[in-house]
Every structure is written in C-alpha cells, then in structure tokens.
C-alpha cells in the first residue's frame, strides 16, 4: 500500500497537488451542542455574562476554519473565498446545530476548514457557557456534504 502522506523515504509529506486543476469546491459541516436548559436559556436570550455567545461563536468558527493547516498536519493553507456559521436551536432538547459552510476555487478540498469551523464554533459555545452548566456535551461533529474536486460530490443520508 503507498500512502499519499509519506514520501518514498517513508518521511511525512504534504500531498502534491500542483497538477491538479483549480475547481470550485464547497463543503458543510456540523457539530451538536448539549446544554442545560438553564444554559440554553441563557444563550437563546442573550444573558450569558460572557456576551452575545452565538455571534462570538460564529467569529470563533470563522477564524478556526482560516487556522485550519496550523492544526491539522499536512493541510494545505488555503485562501478560503466565504465561510458561513448558521446555528439552529431546538428548544425541545436544549442543543444549538452549528452548521459551517465554506466555499473555496482551488487544487485541493475544504472539508477540513469547514470541520475545523464549526469544531471551533461548538468549543467556543461550551468556553462561553461553562461556567453556567459544566456537563455541555459537543457531539455529532461530521461532513454533511461536499461538491468539486476528482473524488466529486457526497451528501450524507441522515
């Protein structure tokens, strides 16, 4: 088995993606957030002492997604055209859905930015509410989808 990540000396390498051709390339992600519903209540009217959690939440999953090749070995920095952060509340299980979307027109996928995004976002929630509820629980953090690039477009059947 060759591995794309190693080099023939067996050393860790960045994938070479210089020629490949440049394509528009989006990806989704998500992460669920589990709170109290005292913490849920908080975020929902805006009464966490820390401030506006979901706007510092979603300026925290803009600036991860940009972090991305600082984080994850062998990522290639990207110049990320639009990252978006969208958070869904659901008042019958006290959880906040972030959902990030990142668009990009590049030689190689921005499914790890868009991971990244919404991680950050979700740790940002859990950063600003900890002091409120200690048992927030951050899960379900996957792909939701993904378009461009030679391994083409998936969607995840939920």
Do not use: W
């Amino acid at each position: 088995m060759e591995f794309t990540h190693f080099n023939k000396q067996n050393k860790p390498t960045m994938v070479d993606v210089s020629n490949k051709e440049a394509t528009l390339r989006i990806a989704s992600a998500q992460a669920i957030v589990r709170l109290s519903k005292q913490a849920y209540i908080a975020v929902k009217e805006g009464t966490v002492k820390k401030g506006d959690v979901l706007s510092v939440a979603s300026t925290a999953g803009i600036m991860g997604a940009k972090q991305t090749p600082h984080l994850i070995p062998m990522c290639h920095p990207l110049n990320i055209e639009q990252i978006n952060i969208d958070f869904e509340l659901n008042d019958e299980d006290c959880t906040i859905r972030v959902i990030s979307t990142a668009k990009i027109t590049a030689k190689t996928g921005v499914e790890m930015e868009s991971l990244c995004a919404c991680s950050i976002a979700a740790l940002t929630i859990y950063d600003m509410c900890k002091s409120i509820d200690k048992s927030i629980e951050i899960t379900d953090i996957y792909l939701l989808k993904k378009s461009g690039g030679k391994s083409g477009d998936f969607e995840r059947q939920l």
